[in-house]
């Protein structure tokens, strides 16, 4: 129940449709001296509390939004002035245990930070799925210490943040550890009137105009094995270029197509041509491919959102193929697949415009229930047999200059995401230089261990790879 000091933030019909689970980013730092944590604790809570009275609402818990008719809406309710006393949700200190941790930070940077190790319950004091009904914390933070090391565990609730806002908010974070100079709250009524431009009016869409969404209520789809795996695929930034000259000299050849491929695409389009090889034993030929795209709809909207919208604005786009198309031929991955795929995934991010971009938040305002629009996704884009889902953070902090007392580096060593094995899912890790520069690309893969000891065997990408971390 609110009290009478209490603020309400509306969540728009883009916020109501994300997946509500937490979104977890860990940032690790050699740590020599122990004796220096208090100090670095200290600094870390005033700079949370800094950064917090700039955005009252993350400091808020997301909970039921009874007041509007809508079936499973949330809202945010806070206060503007965040009390000192953070909640122990908010913000906890840990000394790792032995059991908890059993690697000293250097071991730990040694064999590559390894997904297997980066255990939520540990890390993190914040359930993975917050449970319907309920208030939990719009945001959390966890300072874990492990001998010789400091892995920070920021915990972002889906419903109030994307990407992009999570990387603003960090942003913001270290320059307040930087700085001794607090600002004041000036964003909570910028944001609550930023996210009123989510909404859109219109004629309500038809529910199968929607590649990326199913919405026929059939079983969703299941996992393919009892277990299931993620690693860390390391591609140097030579090899990928080799790999966009040879798909360019390759599409040059197709004068009927022309399209600007980037790197990326390119990776994508090796990454999902591995993986239906891989797949391809339990499907049938003509069976249809889905490659999940997360796009940034600030820039794509007439007029375009701020960069530093505080929201959800991403949509996905599909790119589909057979999996004849993908996984056809015999011997080594083909540049001619990689080229198809990684011009299937150029031209479906290309189709995100204005329309599209409206046309979908049309159908989000128009359901009766927000949370079907995860169910939909899900089964349409079927991601532990024909699917992947691929999301780009690359641009989320790597570069931070943090400059915590006590660690040895202002950056961090580097990044992960907690433990999760959600087949199908495919990340660029945060990367030095972001979208640019020489530094190596790390990609988070989730699959079944089957399909991931075919996709990383030395002929399929152990041929391009320089190093994988499980």
């Known amino acids: 129940m609110e009290d009478a000091g209490s603020k309400t933030l509306r969540l728009s019909p883009l ?42 609402f993350v400091a808020g818990t997301v909970g039921p939004d009874d007041t509007c008719g809508t079936e499973n809406m949330l809202k945010v309710t806070y206060r503007e002035a965040v009390p000192v006393e953070l909640l122990p949700a908010a913000f ?21 930070a390894p997904p297997s190790t980066m255990k939520k319950e540990v890390l993190s004091s914040l359930p993975e799925h917050p449970e319907p009904g309920k208030d939990y914390p719009a945001f959390g933070l966890q300072v874990n210490h492990i001998e010789a090391g400091l892995i920070l565990c920021f915990a972002f609730h889906h419903t109030v943040f994307d990407g992009m806002s999570g990387r603003i908010f960090l942003r913001a974070f270290a320059d307040n550890l930087r700085n001794s100079t607090w600002p004041s709250a000036v964003s909570a009524n910028s944001a609550a009137q ?12 038809q529910l199968d105009d929607f590649l990326e969404y199913d919405f026929n209520g059939s079983p969703l789809p299941v996992a393919s094995s009892a277990y299931n795996t993620s690693r860390i695929l390391t591609f140097t930034s030579e090899r990928l270029a080799q790999l966009k000259a040879a798909v360019s000299e390759c599409m040059a050849e197709e004068t009927e197509v022309q399209a600007d491929m980037s790197t990326t695409d390119c990776l994508c389009g090796l990454i999902w041509v591995a993986v239906m090889r891989a797949r391809s034993g339990r499907l049938s030929s003509d069976a249809k491919s889905s490659y999940a795209v997360a796009v940034n709809a600030r820039h794509k909207l007439h007029p375009p959102l701020p960069e530093d919208y505080f929201g959800n604005a991403v949509l996905h786009t599909v790119a589909t193929a057979s999996v004849s198309e993908l996984a056809a031929t015999e011997g080594a991955i083909s540049v001619a697949q990689i080229a198809l795929a990684a011009l299937r995934i150029r031209q479906a991010v290309n189709s995100v415009d204005n329309a599209y971009v409206r046309k979908r938040l049309a159908l989000f305002a128009s359901l009766p229930d927000p ?16 699917g992947l889902d691929f999301s780009d953070w690359r641009e989320q902090g790597a570069d931070l200059e943090f400059g915590i007392p006590g660690t040895t580096s202002s950056t961090p060593d580097w990044f992960r995401k907690t433990w999760s094995a959600n087949e199908g899912a495919v990340n660029t890790m945060p990367r030095r230089g972001g979208k640019k520069g020489p530094a190596s690309w790390e990609v988070l893969l989730a699959l079944s261990v089957e399909d991931m000891e075919r996709v990383c065997s030395p002929s399929e990408l152990g041929l391009w790879v320089s190093r994988i971390v499980e």
């Open 371 to 386: 949370t079907q629009v995860v169910v939909a996704f899900k089964r349409a884009i079927n991601m532990p047999n024909t």
């Open 194 to 205: 930023q996210r009123r431009i989510c909404w859109t009016d219109g004629a309500q869409p």
């Open 15 to 56: 916020d109501q449709t994300i997946v509500r689970v937490y979104v977890r980013k860990l940032f690790g730092f050699a740590f020599p001296n122990p004796s220096r944590r208090p100090e670095a604790v200290k600094r870390t809570q005033q700079a949370l509390l800094a950064t917090l009275q700039q955005w009252p």
């Open 92 to 112: 906890v200190v840990k000394d790792l245990s032995l059991r908890e941790c059993p690697w000293t930070y250097r071991e730990l940077t040694e064999q590559g």
